[in-house]
């Protein structure tokens, strides 16, 4: 069969587990496509061709031998270079880690491969995964496929980047800032930001993280259906005890009235005109399905939510980050760490203290809120996919990205889930809207943009633009 690529990954492994096609057919196929694009856009940094087609044997056998395959039977998948995966350099993007040989898998490699994924190739991220670009001095830079000129996002950009343009049906990717949820909107596609705890994670190839990435870092899917998002959630969260954060919490939660918020200009955003109506498309969509949509000015807090999220993330053991950051010589790490020193430090067991207690407080008004909506529509960002390289252009350019970036910023804070649904196209740059619910509702998230994907023109797999 031509064309296997364009497919859904539900779709490959309903014909995988019917053999009509085998796993070896679907595996080299999704070769012959990464050999055909990848060297426009740079997203897989490595991939081992024989192994990949030995993965894709051991399914067709397991199929022989009348064994269930796995939801994902078949179906070739990326994981981002920042997960261990046995034999590969956890490289984060670094020259430093280079050597950083995996002995294992993370929980999230081993957890795609019992439910019959192929992992085809290990996709890019910029340096530290510290930025909404994807470039680095190890792998070079990743383009986005839809406009070379625009961001694909960051810092799962290679993720986004793959599979908009066929390489792989299912893209791995992780979010502490944004990092899936950008990459999903900049490339055109869907990405999902499970809550902490969702699924399990862990680098035996690297030291432990330090407590603000344990309570707010996540591993989540990018794909082009939101029903191969969901199909990638249940795989991905299976059970692994070296995640201590893990939690066995139902996909399922109970039901709720179908009852959304919407919210245009969350806490002076003051989003371009081409996001405000891509949100409120996205509001008459779900309306249109049957949901009662409240269009709402304010929010529980997400300004403050976003700087103690920065301070978390970037300003425990900052001087230790930006020492490794100059010792690696990558100028958007430097920049990232340099144009946010003022905000992050000095960081002192006081200020940790003082922001874990406010984070009690915060989440427990956003989980107030979320009894009252099952989801809030808002906007991914306040400017449409930002030009590449934007943050690097001046202090400026710094300063207009990272205002941009407030919703998804946030979120992590309270460990909440966030999808990115792709709305559309301007032209031809990417736009959509961020779903967010509850705790542990990322079934509520899926249900949302299940109905306004189905309001709309599906995302489909492109040949990258010239």
């Known amino acids: 069969m031509e064309d296997l690529w364009r497919l859904s990954a539900a779709d490959v492994a309903t014909l995988v587990k019917s053999k009509k096609i085998s796993a070896k057919e679907a595996a080299s196929a999704a070769l012959v496509r990464l050999d055909a694009v990848n060297p426009k856009i740079n997203a897989v940094v490595d991939h081992r061709p ?5 993965q894709a ?25 920042n997960i261990d995966q046995a034999g590969f350099a956890t490289t984060n993007g670094l020259k430093l880690q280079r050597d950083a040989i995996a002995k294992t898998n993370s929980p999230v490699v081993d957890n795609l491969r019992k439910a019959g994924a192929v992992i085809l190739g290990r ?16 792998h070079g830079d990743t383009k986005n496929p839809r406009d070379a000129s625009i961001t694909p996002g960051g810092s799962s950009g290679g993720a986004g980047a793959a599979v908009a343009a066929g390489i792989g049906h299912i893209a791995h990717g992780t979010d502490i800032a944004g990092s899936i949820r950008y990459p999903a909107y900049a490339c055109g596609v869907h990405g999902l930001r ?3 705890g969702r699924i399990a994670a862990f680098n035996a190839a690297l030291p432990e993280r330090p407590i603000g990435p344990q309570i707010s870092a996540v591993s989540g899917p990018l794909a082009r259906t939101i029903g191969d998002i969901r199909i990638a959630l249940a795989a991905m969260s299976a059970k692994d005890a070296r995640d201590p954060w893990w939690v066995p919490a139902p996909l399922e939660g ?10 245009l200009n969350p806490e002076g955003l003051n989003p371009v005109a081409e996001v405000k109506a891509a949100v409120a498309d996205a509001g008459k969509r779900l309306e249109r399905a049957g949901w009662v949509v409240e269009q709402i000015e304010t929010l529980p807090p997400l300004r403050e939510a976003a700087e103690l999220q920065t301070k978390l993330w970037l300003g425990d053991g900052f001087e230790a980050q930006l020492a490794a950051a100059e010792r690696e010589a990558d100028p958007g790490a430097l920049a990232c760490l340099r144009g946010n020193r003022t905000k992050v430090s000095p960081f002192d067991v006081d200020t940790l203290s003082r922001v874990l207690t406010r984070r009690a407080t915060l989440m427990r008004e956003w989980l107030q809120f979320f009894e009252k909506y099952a989801v809030l529509l808002m906007p991914v960002s306040g400017e449409l996919p930002f030009p590449d390289g934007l943050d690097m252009r001046d202090d400026a350019s710094f300063a207009r990205v990272w205002h941009a970036q407030l919703t998804q910023i946030a979120i992590p804070f309270m460990g909440l889930p966030g999808l990115t649904v792709s709305t559309g196209l301007v032209g031809r740059i990417p736009v959509g809207v961020q779903v967010v619910s509850g705790r542990y509702r990322e079934d509520l998230c899926l249900a949302a943009g299940e109905a306004i994907e189905a309001g709309g023109t599906p995302s489909a797999a492109i040949d990258p633009a010239g």
């Open 194 to 196: 499970p809550t902490v």
């Open 50 to 54: 024989a192994e990949v087609l030995a």
């Open 57 to 81: 044997a051991a399914v067709d056998a397991a199929i022989a031998r009348n064994e269930d395959p796995g939801p994902l039977a078949g179906v070739p998948v990326t994981v981002k270079v």
């Open 254 to 263: 109970p039901a709720m009235p179908k009852r959304a918020a919407l919210c």
């Open 123 to 138: 996709t890019n991220c910029p340096a530290f995964s510290y930025r909404w670009f994807t470039t680095n001095l190890i």
